[in-house]
């Protein structure tokens, strides 16, 4: 029975970088593919080893956090939440009146773009 093995074709930007693997995979007597494999190997260890490096130093400084300085994270952070609560809303609503008993849409009055007429189509 014969092995399934998935393929990844790899194209090479640079030239000078496909001689080069030819050259090193022909003096380490290994195939290009196993080359490349290697080097795909370490270059993920080193990655993943900074990644958890950052992840430890991160829940270090968590844990280092003592429950009065959590406590004046959440204070702070509903202080900021009131505070932008308090501010006026970026968008102020503005009613549209019709003095002429109907909402103006059936009328003829000012609708130019129909959205009175729309919710009054609603409304029925």
């Given at each position: 029975m014969s092995e399934t093995r998935s393929v990844f074709p790899l194209r090479f930007r640079d030239e000078r970088l496909r001689e080069l693997l030819r050259e090193v995979a022909a003096r380490e007597h290994i195939s290009q593919n196993e080359l490349i494999e290697q080097a795909i190997r370490h270059e993920l260890a080193i990655r993943a080893a900074r990644?958890?490096?950052?992840?430890?130093?991160?829940?270090?400084r968590l844990a280092e956090l003592s429950g009065p300085a959590y406590d004046e994270i959440v204070t702070q952070s509903i202080e900021d939440f009131v505070a932008g609560e308090?501010?006026?809303?970026?968008?102020?609503?503005?009613?549209?009146?019709?003095h002429s008993g109907g909402t103006g849409a059936a009328e003829g009055g000012s609708d130019p773009l129909g959205v009175l007429a729309a919710f009054e189509a609603g409304a029925r």
């Open positions: 990644v958890a490096g950052e992840l430890v130093t991160a829940a270090r308090a501010a006026p809303e970026p968008l102020q609503a503005h009613a549209l009146h019709d």
